[in-house]
């Protein structure tokens, strides 16, 4: 009797399942309602809209870009170290001894390329220590156009195979190794030169250098300050990172040095040691240099540009509909210039306020990528912008357009603004009106 | 302490009065008798005012049947303070002309009766039934043009609820043959509807979802008689008229019906003390409650059933047939037939009813097959 107990329980449960919904066989035995969708341009509704610059300089970017595109755009990014011991307490007592310097790597962090370029090489130049932010492309110029002092094959080493000498990987990627994260083989060139692969596809490359390529300077405190150019047959684009992207993820030096020692039961004997200095400051010149504004809506190039878009959205909007997309629609004035295989991304994010310039960003941003050499139409998804417009009225209907990561490039696109009324800024929206419920 | 729990029947008895107790406070809103697609075009699918036992003959044995919600008179046969309560589990196939098969599967709990004599001629009763049942869900698939590409989009249409139908009825015993009873009716409910649509563009498109909860509110008034012609011959009459059945979304009227008139006469013939068979007809003008709407139709529903055995144990079966208001094109028809089997416990305290239905509806493009396994409980603490 308790088994059938169980039992009657058991069906009741499976009972209680429900399973009410069946494939729809319309319009005989549907509900006479149904779920209309509409699709609308909305090509007035942008408006005041105005493009303001100064936002961000080409040494507060992540990333600077180094290109070679002659006759299009010639970008070189540049940086300083910070300063290099001369003198080293020995080990036996409190005096110091000086080092003499073995050799140094200099490690560039390649964030992003074109995976197409052919025979990339990056060079080295050497520069003055007092470079900074008010150094231009012009003023740089001479050193780098001399020549260089190294050079690396970024193509040779990725074609290099993977070494698989313990000792080599143990050193680069082994779990007290420089770059334990780092994935793929470890690649190294008959100089001496290494590459290692991020699994974010970013490239670590080591320069191999010796003291008469970067000599240890007393009266720069051993500071250093080098140019690097890149070429290749072709997309003769990289980006580096800087050492704003985070800390230690500029250019680094590690110096290789020996100094005499007493060590224990061996006087006057020899010491190894390493030290490795960042990033004092980057960034990047090109020419030719960002044209100014004008009445057209700029994003992008250095200083950072952004355009301010003020929505008015129609009241209908607000109830009744539910918005499922939102695109913006943005004409180029022209096609972006630079170097073919490279791209940009462009955000578009919601002001807490509307102060003009200096409006506040929110938290609502959607992006989209635009293509160097493409005149196409560029659509931006703001869906979850617009519908949280919908839903809270008492929001900023303005969204600024930046473009992403800012200051890191020389690319700028224009867009025709509201003052061109053939090609202005337009909305296009797709909703769907409220369900007639209640009619049978 | 024994002898109060014995009075009370053991724990089945405690248990139903409960579950009546709470049924009976607040109506559960899967009120619903017995969906049907046939009423996604219409108002709904009208509930069957009618106990286990009555439904396992068919409905042959509803106007005779104090605890069916059907007529007011037949509570003139409640001699004690009683409560019933009815539910039942329904599995469902669709199978609509030119497309897939379907399953579907839902579980109710039809009606609820609770009565008793105020004096020696004067029963009152009361509960809740389903007047019309508003479960449904469809899906429907397509592809729509959005922005020159077309788009296959997903459309979920469900709805979840129905119009209950609260009774106060009073039945009076004029004569130790004729019997009359008057019942006044609430109708109220709502429905939960939800309105999806999801794209299979996912990345691009938000799903959009609507959601709302329609009440219903109207108001109705019955009247029945039961005449014993003979000792074991006995005829039913009743009819019943509602006011307009009104739809509200957040206190906004959206809608608003008339619902059909009712009439009916039932005739049931007692061969012995072992037998009992009878017989129903009924008719209401569906049209009438929406004179323009071409999908809805007048109905007339015919049961015919038998009760076998003793009064402890009886067997029960029957057949029904007829029509469905709601149908594009020609008036849907019914049949079904039904069985089931009696069991008082608790020395009659309590009886415990089981049956099983099987009901065939068609239509124009559609033919709906229903098994429907039923519960009732009946307990006279």
């Known amino acids: ?440 | 302490m024994k002898t109060a729990v014995g009075r009370l029947g053991g724990w089945a008895v405690r248990v139903g009065v409960l579950v009546a107790v709470f049924l009976a406070a607040q109506p559960p809103n899967r009120l619903t008798a017995q969906d049907s697609q046939f009423g996604i075009k219409g108002l709904g699918t009208p509930g069957r005012w009618e106990s286990v036992r009555a439904r396992s003959t068919g409905g042959a044995f509803a106007p005779f049947d104090a605890f069916s919600p059907l007529t007011d008179a037949s509570l003139a046969d409640a001699r004690r303070m009683s409560a019933s309560i009815a539910g039942g589990t329904s599995w469902r196939t669709l199978e609509p002309t030119g497309a897939a098969q379907a399953s579907l599967r839902a579980t109710r709990f039809p009606a609820l009766v609770i009565a008793g004599p105020v004096t020696p001629r004067i029963v009152v009763g009361g509960g809740f039934a389903t007047y019309l049942d508003r479960t449904f869900g469809v899906s429907i698939q397509d592809t729509i043009n959005l922005r020159g590409v077309q788009e296959p989009i997903t459309d979920e249409i469900t709805s979840d609820g129905a119009v209950s139908d609260l009774r106060l009825g009073a039945a009076a015993r004029l004569h130790r043959r004729l019997a009359l009873g008057f019942g006044f009716h609430l109708l109220t409910g709502s429905s939960r509807v939800i309105a999806t649509r999801s794209f299979a563009d996912s990345t691009n498109y938000r799903t959009s979802t609507a959601r709302d909860e329609v009440a219903y509110s109207g108001t109705g008034g019955s009247a029945s008689l039961l005449l014993d012609v003979t000792r074991d011959v006995r005829l039913a009459g009743w009819l019943r008229t509602d006011s307009r059945l009104r739809a509200d979304i957040g206190g906004r009227q959206v809608a608003e019906n008339n619902l059909p008139r009712t009439y009916g006469a039932g005739l049931q013939w007692r061969a012995g003390t072992q037998a009992a068979f009878a017989g129903t007809v009924m008719w209401r003008n569906w049209r009438g409650a929406s004179p323009a709407d071409s999908n809805s139709h007048d109905t007339f529903n015919w049961s015919v059933g038998a009760e076998l055995g003793s009064l402890g144990t009886p067997i029960r079966f029957g057949v029904r047939g007829g029509q469905l208001p709601f149908g594009v094109g020609k008036t849907p028809s019914e049949v079904g037939y039904s069985a089931g089997l009696g069991r008082q416990f608790s020395g009659g305290r309590g009886r415990l009813d089981i049956g099983l239905e099987r009901l065939e509806r068609k239509g124009t493009g559609l033919t709906e097959r229903v098994w429907t396994f039923l519960v009732g409980l009946t307990v006279r603490p």
């Not at chain 1, 980057?282 to 003020?310: C, E, K, Y």
Request: net charge neutral; proline share 7%; glycine share 6%.
């Open chain 1, 1 to 440: 009797m308790r088994r059938f107990g169980w039992l009657v329980l058991l069906l009741a449960a499976g009972a209680c399942t429900e399973n009410v919904t069946a494939p729809g066989v319309c319009p005989t035995f549907c509900p006479s309602g149904s779920i209309s969708i509409h699709d609308t341009i909305f090509a007035a509704i942008i408006g005041r809209d105005s493009s303001f610059s100064g936002y961000l300089q080409g040494y507060q970017s992540t990333l600077m870009a180094a290109a070679d595109s002659p006759g299009v755009i010639d970008s070189r990014p540049f940086f300083t170290s910070q300063t290099m011991i001369r003198r080293i307490k020995r080990a036996v007592d409190t005096t110091t001894v000086p080092i003499s310097v073995d050799s140094l790597r200099l490690r560039l962090i390649i964030a992003q390329r074109s995976k197409e370029a052919t025979n990339l090489r990056l060079k080295l130049f050497t520069l003055p220590v007092t470079v900074d932010s008010t150094s231009d492309f012009a003023s740089l110029d001479p050193y780098f156009t001399a020549p260089p002092v190294d050079s690396v094959s970024v193509s040779g080493l990725l074609a290099t195979p993977g070494s698989t000498d313990t000792a080599l990987t143990q050193f680069w990627r082994g779990a007290q190794g420089i770059c334990p994260a780092c994935i793929d083989s470890v690649r190294v060139d008959s100089a001496g030169n290494v590459l290692l692969m991020q699994a974010d596809s970013s490239l670590l490359v080591y320069l191999k250098l010796d003291t008469l390529q970067a000599p240890l300077s007393e009266p720069d405190s051993g500071r250093l300050a080098f140019g690097i150019r890149v070429a290749a047959d072709s997309f003769a684009s990289v980006r580096l990172a800087t050492e704003q992207s985070s800390v230690g993820g500029g250019a680094q030096l590690n110096w290789y040095f020996h100094f005499a020692d007493s060590v224990g039961t061996k006087p006057d004997s020899v010491s190894h040691s390493k030290q490795t200095v960042t990033t004092r400051f980057d960034s990047f010149v090109f020419n030719p240099p960002s044209p100014a504004i004008d009445s057209n809506l700029t994003v992008g190039g250095v200083p950072s540009v952004r355009s301010l878009l003020r929505v008015a959205l129609p009241a209908f909007l607000h109830d009744s509909i539910d918005l499922v997309r939102a695109t913006l629609i943005l004409v180029p004035v022209s096609p972006v210039p630079g170097v073919p295989s490279d791209s940009f991304a462009i955000e578009g994010r919601n002001v807490t306020t509307d102060l003009g310039a200096k409006s506040p960003l929110g938290s609502t941003f959607n992006t989209t990528f635009v293509h160097i050499g493409s005149a196409d139409t560029v659509r931006l998804e703001l869906t979850n912008l617009v519908r949280a417009w919908t839903l809270d009225t008492t929001q900023v209907t303005s969204l600024f357009l930046r473009q992403l990561p800012e200051a890191a490039s020389y690319t700028q696109a224009r867009f025709y603004s509201s003052r061109a009324p053939a090609f202005r800024p337009s909305l296009h929206v797709t909703y769907v009106k409220r369900f007639a419920f209640g009619a049978p």
